[in-house]
Structure formats: C-alpha cells, structure tokens
C-alpha cells in the first residue's frame, strides 16, 4: 500500500462527526530555500518540533523551561536535559500501531548529540524549541514562526531539523520551515505525513513511512535512528533546491496494517478524554474563525 493521505483521511473522520465544512490545509507554490553556507561539521543545529515535549521533575509528570519561556505558542527547553527527564504531553498520534515511549522516535536529542560527539555537526544548540500546534495558519505565520526565529538567532543556530507528530502539527512545523528558510536557516522536516507537509511545502524534506508518533525512527531501534537522522543530515548538504524529498528506506516492523485503519470507524482515532481534547479544540477553532479572530 503506498503512503496515506492524510488530509483526505482527516476530512472524512470530519465529515462523520458533523463537521460540513472541510478545513483548509496551507498551500503554497513557491517555497524558500536556503543554502547551506558551512559545513556541518561547524554548524549549531538546533532541534525544533511540535511533540508537546516537557521535563519530568524528581520523577514527576511536572514541566521545567516551557511555561516559563512561553511565549505565544513557543517555549524552549534545555538541550542538555538527561534524555530520561524528557516525555511528551502528545495525545494525537496512532496510539493503536505505536507508542511515544521513547522521546528519540519523535524528538532526535540524543541523537543529535550522538552527531556533535561524532563531529558530524558542530554542536546542538543550547536550547531545543517546541510549538504547541494551531490550527490557525495565520497566527502560525506572524506570531509564532517568527518567535522561533528570533530564539534561533539568539542561540547562533545554522541548521534546524524539525520534527511533528499529529496531523496539524505537520502543517504548523511546516510553516515554521518555510519561516525559516526564508530568513537564511536551512531546515529538514523529518515527518510521516507526506501530504500534508508537500501540499504545505517545505525545502528538504526525509519521508518516513511510519504510522503517525515517530518521525524518527522507530521506538528503542537506536540504530535505525541514527540512520534517518544521517539521511536528514545529508539532505541539508545535497540539496540544490526547494522541495526536495527523500524516503527513508524503512518499513514498519509490524506491516503496514496500520495503513489501512487509522482514521477509520473501525479504529477511531482518539478516544475518551482525548477524543474530546481534541474536538474542543477543534470547536474552538471554528469559533474563532466565526468571529473573524483568526
């Protein structure tokens, strides 16, 4: 079977629950694209992603750097946080095919230092940079894409590779890109959503056929994760101009069953608390447009 669409899947899991309006996922034609100017090998990266990731504390399910730092949507987190304290608040991901157990299948921080010790790049950025996703393209756009930049500057970053997990959060990391890119910083988008994220239309983008939670690599398959983030990395050196995707060679150790119930009334994407979570936000949303506020 070959990729899902994803904003088909959506607008129909949509339909079913009343919604008569489909959303309208961003489109552009023309995409920015900016060259790398050094070798990685001298290069800041930094780590930016939409996988609602925060700290433990003492073992505690609390968050340490985000509300802190928060700033529209944006907030920062130390990069170099022991991995065992990171964990994500993500509920949207295929909670059926996978799981969010490891923090480097959807946020690559020990993997990216893994290459800093390498010398593959030069060195991780000192702060890593979440977005809490919006459906709102516009406030995307001129609030928090540029939030984003102004901390990359602030941490003298020269690469970003980038990494979503839900569908919308495909769209928000993408624009980020796009932001990005547009203001000298090459990036790659490392995501699973293939739709979304070349209707959207980013610069270097490594396709990772997996179900929607890791973009990275499977859970605790180490060296697979060392592989997508390689192929990442020399897509930020080859590339020569916009749109340029790359597919990571890899299957789904599982089948690709998964491909055929996610977002079916067979397997209903979320459940329970989740499921409303996200419809409130949804509704939320559609409010907002309703009185002109976004």
């Known amino acids: 079977m070959s990729y899902v669409r994803y904003i088909d899947r959506t607008r129909a899991y949509y339909a079913a629950e009343g919604y008569t309006e489909p959303y309208n996922w961003a489109h552009f034609e023309d995409v920015p694209f900016a060259k790398l100017t050094k ?33 529209g949507n944006v907030y920062s987190l130390p990069s170099d946080t022991p991995e065992e304290l990171f964990y994500t608040k993500q509920e949207h991901f295929d909670r059926v095919a ?5 923090v480097n299948s959807y946020f690559p921080i020990t993997r990216l230092h893994e290459a800093a010790k390498a010398g593959r790049i030069g060195k991780v950025a000192a702060r890593a940079h979440g977005v809490y996703t919006s459906y709102s393209q516009r406030k995307t756009i001129e609030l928090d894409a540029p939030e984003v930049l102004r901390r990359c500057r602030e941490d003298g970053v020269d690469v970003a590779v980038l990494t979503p997990v839900c569908p919308v959060c495909h769209q928000t990391i993408s624009l980020v890109a796009r932001h990005l890119e547009a203001n000298g910083i090459p990036t790659v988008v490392m995501a699973v959503a293939r739709d979304i994220v070349e209707t959207v239309g980013v610069a270097r983008f490594v396709f990772v056929d997996f179900p929607l939670g890791n973009p990275t690599g499977e859970p605790f398959q180490f060296d697979q994760q060392r592989e997508l983030l390689e192929i990442a990395l020399k897509l930020i050196e080859t590339a020569t101009e916009p749109r340029t995707t790359t597919q990571a060679p890899f299957k789904w150790s599982k089948g690709d069953e998964w491909k055929q119930l996610i977002f079916t009334e067979e397997q209903p994407f979320l459940e329970g608390e989740a499921y409303e979570n996200w419809m409130n936000a949804k509704e939320k949303y559609r409010e907002m447009k309703q009185e002109g506020k976004i």
């Open 39 to 71: 070798p990685l090998s001298q290069c800041t990266v930094a780590l930016i992603s939409t996988s609602d990731v925060a700290i433990r504390q003492e073992g505690e399910a609390a968050t340490s750097g985000d509300e802190a730092t928060l700033i």
């Open 98 to 102: 996978t799981h969010l157990d490891d």
